[in-house]
C-alpha cells in the first residue's frame, strides 16, 4: 500500500504599501479548491499566515514602505512542527513574489528534501522566471485541482519528481533546465469540482475577528468567498485572468452554489458571502434563476460582487430580484470614461448603458462603487478630463464610492507584454515594489508617455476628489453619514473603511 506523503498547504502573506487605504484580506478560496482535490491522497495540514495576523495592527513592517499582513516567511517557518514533503504554495499578487521569494528560501533550507510546488496567477504568469529565481521545484500553471492531484499521486508512487505531467512547468533537478509540459485541459464541469475544503483552514480567524473582503471589522459581518465561475470571455488588456483560467466561461448550476451557502451558513455563521468571479454574471436566466431560488431559501445572508460585474445584464427587473435575494454590494468596472481608451484596453462596455444600470442600482438600495484606471500607454490629459466629466455622471447616477487605481502592468496580461517589448518594464525588485503602489496613494510609476508620475498623482487624488464632492452635492446626507462612521470607528461606505484605515495605520 502506497504510503500518504506529508503536504504542507500555505498561501503567501499579503503585503501592503504604507499608503494604501484599502485593505481587504479574505480566506483563500483557491487553495481551498486544490486542497480538497487532494485530500484524499495525503496527510495536508492547512497553514494560511493571513488568517494568523489578519488586523491592520498587527502588520510587520518588511522594507520600502511595505508591511507584511499575516505571519513573517520567519514566523511561518517556525511554526511548521512535521518536516512536509511536498509542500504547495500559493500565490495570486505579484507584489507579494519578494516576501513569497524569501518564504521558499527558508522553506527550502529547513526541509532540503521537501519538493516545493507553486500555483495561483503569480506563478502561472510569471512560472520560469519564478523556476530560476528561487529554489522552487514545480510551478502548476492555471486550473489546478486535475494537474496537483496528478502530481501528488505520481510522487506517492515512486517519490520521484515528475517531468512530464501536464499543465506543469518543472525544474530538472542537476541542470537547472525548465521542462514545460503545456496547459493541461480545462475542467468542463464545474459541479464535479469538491467543494473549498474549509475544515483545513483557521475560518475562525478570519470570521471570529471581522475580517473579510467586504466585512472590514464591521461588527457582525461573517463574510466568506464564493466562487459561481471560472474564465472570462472578454480582452481587456490589463488583465491577467485569462493566462490563469482562459477565456471559456464555465458557471456551476445555481441550485449547486446555492447549496454551498446554506452549507456555509449553517456550519460558520456565514451572513455573508463576496463572489470572487472576475465575471460572474453574463446570462441573465442563470441571474434570475440564482436570485429566484435563494429567495425561496430565505437564508438570511447577503451577499455582493466586490471583483466588479459588467451592466449587460443588470437592468431594472435584475437589479429589483437582486436586492431581494440578498444582494447589498455590487461594483462596476468601467476603467475609463474616454473612449479612446476604452478601445485601448479592448474594454467593451456600453457607458450610457452603464449609467443606466447604476441609477437602478441605487434605486435599488443596493450599495456601488466604481473602478477607475489611469496611466495607459497611450492616454493623453484630453482623455483623463473624459474621464471625470464620467465621473461626475457617475456621482450623479448615484455611484456610493469610487476607487482610482494607476494601471497595473501584471505579468500575463497583454500589456505587459507590451511594455516589456518596448523596454519599459522588467521583472526586478523595483517592479514588484511598485505593483504595491498603484493601488494606494503613492506616488507610482507612469506609463503614459504623455503626462509624468506626478501629473498621473494629481489626476487619481482629483478623481477623488472631484467624486465625493459631486457626490456630496447631489446627496448631501451621505456626508453625514460619513462623519456618523467615522465617530463611530465603523465603515459602512468604503471611503469611511479607508480613512479609517490609513488612521489606524498612523497610530501604529
Same mark, same amino acid.
Not at 92 to 97: A, Q, V
Not at 305 to 311: K, N, W
Not at 434 to 448: A, E, F, H, K, R
Given at each position: 500500500m502506497t504510503m500518504k506523503k506529508k503536504v504542507l498547504a500555505l498561501r503567501s502573506p499579503a503585503v501592503i504599501n504604507e499608503l494604501s487605504a484599502a485593505v481587504s484580506p479574505c480566506l483563500p478560496i483557491g487553495l481551498a479548491y486544490v486542497v480538497a482535490a487532494i485530500e484524499d491522497l495525503a496527510?495536508?495540514?492547512?497553514?494560511?499566515?493571513?488568517?494568523e495576523k489578519p488586523l491592520i495592527s498587527e502588520l510587520t513592517p518588511f522594507k520600502d514602505g511595505v508591511s507584511i499582513l499575516g505571519l513573517t516567511p520567519e514566523e511561518i517557518i517556525a511554526k511548521i512542527k512535521d518536516a512536509p514533503e511536498l509542500c504547495l504554495v500559493s500565490?495570486?499578487?505579484?507584489?507579494?513574489?519578494p516576501v513569497t521569494r524569501l518564504l521558499l528560501a527558508l522553506l527550502k533550507e529547513k526541509f532540503p528534501r521537501c519538493i516545493l510546488i507553486g500555483g495561483g496567477e503569480h506563478f502561472t504568469s510569471a512560472a520560469d522566471y519564478s523556476l530560476h529565481n528561487s529554489p522552487l521545484d514545480i510551478c502548476v500553471l492555471g486550473e489546478g485541482e486535475a494537474t496537483i492531484r496528478e502530481l501528488v499521486l505520481r510522487i506517492s508512487a515512486d517519490g520521484q519528481l515528475p517531468l512530464d505531467v501536464p499543465g506543469t512547468k518543472v525544474k530538472r533537478p542537476g541542470t537547472g533546465e525548465i521542462v514545460d509540459n503545456g496547459r493541461r485541459q480545462r475542467i468542463d464541469d464545474l459541479k464535479s469540482l469538491k467543494p473549498p475544503a474549509w475544515e483545513l483552514f483557521n475560518v475562525a480567524g478570519f470570521l471570529d475577528?471581522?475580517?473579510?473582503?467586504?466585512?472590514?471589522?464591521?461588527?457582525?459581518?461573517?463574510?466568506?468567498?464564493?466562487?459561481? +465561475?471560472?474564465?472570462?470571455?472578454?480582452?481587456?488588456?490589463?488583465?491577467?485572468?485569462?493566462?490563469?483560467?482562459?477565456?471559456?466561461?464555465?458557471?456551476?448550476?445555481?441550485?449547486?452554489?446555492?447549496?454551498?451557502? $446554506?452549507?456555509?451558513? @449553517?456550519?460558520? @455563521?456565514?451572513?455573508?458571502f463576496d463572489f470572487c468571479d472576475p465575471s460572474a454574471f453574463i446570462e441573465k436566466k442563470w441571474v434570475l434563476e440564482f436570485c429566484g431560488l435563494l429567495i425561496k431559501e430565505n437564508?438570511?445572508?447577503?451577499?455582493?460582487?466586490?471583483?466588479?460585474?459588467?451592466?449587460?445584464?443588470?437592468?431594472k427587473e435584475a437589479l429589483g430580484l437582486l436586492k431581494r435575494? @440578498?444582494?447589498?454590494?455590487?461594483?462596476?468596472?468601467?476603467?475609463?470614461?474616454?473612449?479612446?481608451?476604452?478601445g485601448v484596453m479592448k474594454k467593451k462596455i456600453d457607458k450610457k448603458q452603464l449609467l443606466v444600470s447604476m441609477r437602478a442600482c441605487a434605486k435599488a438600495g443596493i450599495r456601488t462603487k466604481a473602478n477607475l484606471v489611469l496611466g495607459y500607454p497611450e492616454e493623453k490629459r484630453r482623455h483623463v478630463l473624459e474621464t471625470y466629466w464620467?465621473?461626475? $455622471?457617475?456621482?450623479?447616477?448615484?455611484?456610493?464610492?469610487?476607487?482610482?487605481?494607476?494601471?497595473?502592468?501584471?505579468?500575463? +496580461?497583454?500589456?505587459?507584454?507590451?511594455? +516589456?517589448?518596448?523596454g519599459r518594464i522588467k521583472l526586478d525588485e523595483r517592479y514588484f515594489?511598485?505593483?504595491?503602489?498603484?493601488?494606494?496613494?503613492?506616488?507610482?510609476?507612469?506609463?503614459?508617455r504623455h503626462y509624468s508620475k506626478y501629473e498621473q498623482h494629481l489626476f487619481k487624488l482629483g478623481g477623488f476628489a472631484l467624486f465625493y464632492f459631486s457626490a456630496f452635492v447631489f446627496r448631501p446626507r451621505r456626508f453625514f453619514i460619513l462623519l456618523r462612521d467615522l465617530l463611530r470607528g465603523e465603515g459602512t461606505t468604503r471611503l469611511a473603511m479607508a480613512l479609517l484605515n490609513l488612521y489606524r495605520r498612523r497610530k501604529l
Open positions: 496527510e495536508i495540514t492547512v497553514l494560511d499566515p493571513v488568517a500565490s495570486m499578487f505579484s507584489m507579494e513574489w475577528r471581522g475580517v473579510g473582503n467586504s466585512a472590514n471589522g464591521l461588527q457582525g459581518v461573517r463574510a466568506m468567498p464564493i466562487a459561481a +465561475s471560472r474564465g472570462c470571455p472578454y480582452e481587456c488588456t490589463f488583465c491577467s485572468n485569462s493566462t490563469m483560467w482562459g477565456r471559456d466561461w464555465r458557471i456551476r448550476p445555481c441550485a449547486d452554489v446555492v447549496a454551498e451557502m $446554506k452549507r456555509l451558513v @449553517g456550519r460558520y @455563521g456565514v451572513n455573508h437564508l438570511q445572508a447577503t451577499w455582493g460582487l466586490p471583483s466588479g460585474t459588467r451592466a449587460e445584464v443588470l437592468d435575494a @440578498g444582494c447589498n454590494d455590487l461594483d462596476y468596472a468601467p476603467e475609463s470614461g474616454s473612449d479612446y481608451i476604452l464620467y465621473i461626475v $455622471k457617475m456621482a450623479l447616477a448615484g455611484i456610493d464610492d469610487l476607487l482610482v487605481t494607476t494601471v497595473s502592468a501584471y505579468p500575463g +496580461s497583454e500589456l505587459f507584454e507590451q511594455l +516589456s517589448r518596448e515594489h511598485d505593483l504595491s503602489s498603484q493601488g494606494s496613494l503613492n506616488v507610482s510609476p507612469c506609463y503614459s
